[in-house]
């Protein structure tokens, strides 16, 4: 079992719909988790950063944590054709170097 | 914007040579990583330093090698290059705390 999964996708979407994008992991001792986008022939970039369970919001972009359950989620409201991109989540111990476990990626096609 | 640069960016070789994937960052970071990540693939640890004269071997083996003699240049070289290191290799530094990765743009090798 992989230590984090995503739904690879690809996930189609027109624009201004509602995003939903999950992941699970199975280590409890997880304390962070985070979110990157990466656009074609990119390297990924930071776009939500959250610690141990919670919601946190930045703009259009909603990350929650639900630690009992092992559930990661990204919302993205009012989507936009410029949010297809793939969007991997990461998870990572607090004090193991900032080693980071990522999922596979979800591709989002938002179409206008 | 995150201060981490690669070069090339694109390099398609043949079998058998021996090529330097090169990566420089100017944030003062002590902790730097190289992932290799296939398309539409997730991302997989093979290489990561904690600061000068530090190299430790990720998750996923690989036939690289990396050497870290200045903070700030992590370089990852593959003496004899083969079909099947045709893949992205992509650079991250992370500062102390956050466990918040900075990645270059990446590095795309092709061995033909």
């Known amino acids: 079992q992989k230590e984090v999964e995503q739904d690879p996708g690809p996930l189609s979407v027109p624009e201004g719909a509602i995003v939903s994008l999950n992941c699970t992991y199975s280590?409890?001792?997880?304390?962070?988790f985070m979110w990157y986008r990466q656009y074609s022939r990119k390297g990924p970039e930071l776009l939500m950063y959250?610690?141990?369970?919670g919601n946190k919001e930045d703009g259009r972009f909603t990350a929650q944590v639900d630690k009992s359950s092992k559930y990661i989620s990204l919302f993205i409201r009012d989507s936009q054709p410029s949010d297809s991109a793939t969007y991997l989540c990461?998870?990572?111990?607090?004090?193991?170097?900032?080693?980071?476990?990522f999922g596979g990626g979800t591709r989002l096609m938002v179409k206008p | 914007e995150a201060d981490i640069y690669q070069t090339p960016r694109y390099l398609v070789i043949g079998t058998g040579k021996k090529i330097t994937l090169e990566c420089s960052q100017t944030?003062?970071?002590?902790?730097m990583y190289w992932y290799q990540q296939d398309p539409g693939m997730e991302l997989h640890l093979i290489h990561y330093?904690?600061?000068?004269?530090?190299?430790e071997k990720g998750d996923l083996s690989s036939e690289s090698t990396v050497s870290r003699i200045r903070t700030e240049h992590f370089p990852l070289t593959l003496e004899s290059a083969r079909p099947s290191h045709t893949s992205q290799y992509l650079c991250?530094?992370?500062?102390?705390?956050?466990?918040?990765?900075?990645f270059g743009e990446g590095s795309r090798l092709t061995v033909l």
């Open positions: 280590n409890s001792a997880f304390q962070y």
């Open positions: 991250a530094s992370s500062g102390p705390g956050t466990g918040e990765l900075f």
């Open positions: 330093s904690y600061g000068v004269n530090s190299t």
């Open positions: 990461g998870s990572g111990f607090g004090n193991a170097g900032n080693m980071l476990t």
């Open positions: 959250t610690y141990s369970s």
């Open positions: 944030m003062g970071h002590d902790k």
